[in-house]
């Protein structure tokens, strides 16, 4: 089975803009967790989807919104990028989305704000 | 509330010898345990898993882990180091009751010197 999938690998961004990072889980899993990593905050969770919604939600400020389609693929958006922005942005996919289930990681988007 | 305490983000050890990453995790209900490993440049890769099964756990590479309820520990450990094992591991913890989101260590830098 293919894993985990994050377009784009990369990203520059000026603050003000936004921008969507897209993840496909592997096949047949219809969770999607996703999670900010920076050096100083470390692996911070921003929220998780399932069939189409939102089940969870991590303590990031409204800007940060997602949404996932039929086909379980994911994308997560951020509007008025700010500096702080900076990140490398993980998706995780599980089959459940319970925790009993482990979750699978992709390879990131490195998102830069300048 | 569940939290996650890896104890030394900087760990060196000399190639054969005993590899020891130490995780406490604070939860007021059974959490499921995870040991992830993340190489420059990757997401994360899953190392093993605690989900109340057996208190030992093996996983990939050699590495396992004892949950240790009495202590709130998850240690990792691997008998003989090697320079493979180069990377960053994060500890993290999981609920039944909190779908999708894990809740991670700060993480630990492991150098194994030749």
């Known amino acids: 089975k293919a894993g985990v999938t994050q377009t784009p690998r990369y990203l520059i961004k000026t603050r003000g803009q936004q921008v969507t990072l897209s993840c496909s889980p592997i096949?047949?899993?219809?969770?999607v967790s996703w999670y900010q990593q920076t050096p100083g905050q470390g692996l911070q969770f921003l929220f998780e989807y399932f069939s189409e919604t939102q089940r969870n939600k991590g303590n990031f400020p409204g800007r940060f919104s997602g949404r996932q389609f039929s086909n379980s693929r994911s994308e997560m958006n951020v509007s008025t990028l700010e500096l702080g922005d900076s990140a490398l942005y993980l998706c995780?996919?599980?089959?459940?989305?319970?925790?009993?289930?482990?979750?699978?990681f992709g390879p990131g988007t490195r998102l830069t704000v300048l | 509330a569940q939290s996650v305490t890896q104890l030394g983000s900087h760990v060196s050890v000399s190639e054969g010898a005993l590899v020891l990453l130490r995780c406490n995790y604070s939860s007021s209900v059974p959490p499921y345990l995870f040991w992830y490993v993340q190489y420059p440049n990757q997401g994360l890769q899953l190392l093993l898993k605690?989900?109340?099964?057996?208190?030992l756990v093996k996983g990939i590479n050699g590495f396992e882990a004892e949950f240790k309820k009495s202590e709130t520990s998850f240690h990792l450990t691997k008998p003989s180091a090697h320079m493979s094992d180069a990377a960053e591991y994060f500890c993290?913890?999981?609920?039944?009751?909190?779908?999708?989101?894990?809740?991670f260590g700060q993480g630990t830098e492991l150098s194994v010197k030749p």
């Open positions: 993290a913890v999981g609920l039944d009751s909190d779908r999708g989101k894990l809740i």
């Open positions: 096949s047949g899993h219809r969770s």
């Open positions: 995780a996919s599980s089959s459940s989305g319970t925790n009993y289930n482990e979750q699978f």
């Open positions: 605690y989900t109340s099964a057996a208190t």
